[in-house]
């Protein structure tokens, strides 16, 4: 069963940047795309967009089409990352990725989260 | 974009009691639904997708139905493990979109 692996919690000042990563088990993320999904303390999921796996196309959420984050993936595609420029104490939230293997599914494997906090 | 709207926002129910959670999209989505349940500290789990196929190793008693606009997640037969935050997410068009989350809580 395949696995997402994020890396560890991250404390920002407003105004830097963070990268976030999310490793697959098993070295390849044969899926068909992986989504990043945030919650901010107390609150709802937030989609933030998704990379293609196979092509590399990113689609974004309308609120962060000004590039603010950037999706990515390693040339041996076994790692994905978020990267978001700029960070405001709203971006204070935990971040997840999450695998899509057809084009008609949901999220169905997950990462297990990593926890960004931007404060001065 | 397509706005999802949960109720109620919050149900309380006792051990074996069937609930039910609505999610109504603000346009035809066709069967693009799934439903997911999150508990603290943890990252959703998917229960459902395209609208009423349920993911393997979910227990029977969780079932989805509906299609266009409104849709439905039903518990029959309510677990203490059950109480957790339960999501739609409409994947028919970008940018996907979940509804505000319900919390099932056991009295």
């Known amino acids: 069963q395949v696995q997402l692996v994020q890396s560890g919690s991250e404390l920002k000042n407003p105004g830097a940047s963070v990268k976030i990563s999310c490793k697959a088990s098993?070295?390849?993320?044969?899926?068909?795309?992986i989504n990043w999904v945030r919650q901010a303390p107390g609150q709802g999921l937030e989609w933030l967009g998704r990379?293609?796996?196979?092509?590399?196309?990113?689609?974004y959420a309308q609120g962060f089409r000004g590039r603010r984050i950037v999706f990515s993936l390693d040339t041996s595609v076994t790692t994905a990352y978020l990267q978001i420029t700029s960070l405001k104490a709203e971006d204070t939230a935990v971040y997840f990725c999450?695998?899509?293997?057809?084009?008609?599914?949901?999220?169905?494997?997950w990462g297990q989260g990593t926890t960004v906090i931007v404060s001065s | 974009d397509i706005q999802m709207t949960q109720s109620p926002s919050t149900l309380s129910a006792s051990v074996g009691d069937r609930v039910t959670i609505t999610c109504r999209a603000s346009?035809?989505?066709?069967?693009?639904l799934a439903w997911y349940q999150q508990k603290p500290g943890k990252a959703p789990k998917l229960l459902i997708q395209?609208?009423?196929s349920l993911e393997s190793g979910v227990p029977s008693r969780f079932s989805g139905s509906g299609s266009g606009t409104d849709f439905t997640l039903s518990i029959g037969g309510l677990q203490p493990e059950d109480s957790a935050s339960y999501y739609c997410?409409?994947?028919?068009?970008?940018?996907?979109?979940f509804g505000q989350g319900t919390k099932v809580e056991i009295k």
């Open positions: 999450a695998r899509v293997v057809t084009p008609f599914s949901g999220m169905d494997v």
């Open positions: 098993g070295n390849t993320l044969t899926t068909y795309s």
């Open positions: 990379i293609n796996t196979r092509n590399e196309n990113p689609t």
């Open positions: 346009q035809a989505i066709s069967d693009w």
């Open positions: 395209k609208a009423s």
């Open positions: 997410q409409q994947y028919d068009s970008y940018p996907w979109t």
